[in-house]
């Protein structure tokens, strides 16, 4: 995966290893941007629907970091 975003960036004009910056930044911002969303929607979203979304997204992020 880190290949592709790496071409991808390239592609699109990015210097060398760029995309892979953000997509490691990316990662690392996804869990306090859930906490703050939770916090700014209250009970506005039944955790049946924000639970998973949240568990997966989380998953993910550390996929990407050991890949990175």
């Known amino acids: ?3 592709h975003f790496e071409a991808e960036g390239r ?3 990015l210097p ?10 990316m990662a690392e911002r996804i869990g306090p941007a859930f906490a703050r969303t939770r916090c700014a929607l209250e ?6 629907v ?3 979304i949240e ?3 989380m998953e ?3 996929q990407v970091k050991a890949m990175l």
């Open 55 to 57: 568990t997966d997204a």
């Open 43 to 48: 009970d506005q979203v039944p955790g049946s």
């Open 50 to 52: 924000s639970d998973p």
């Open 11 to 13: 592609a699109c004009g």
């Open 60 to 62: 993910r992020a550390a």
């Open 16 to 25: 060398r290893g760029r995309a892979l910056d953000l997509l490691g930044d």
């Open 1 to 3: 995966m880190p290949r």
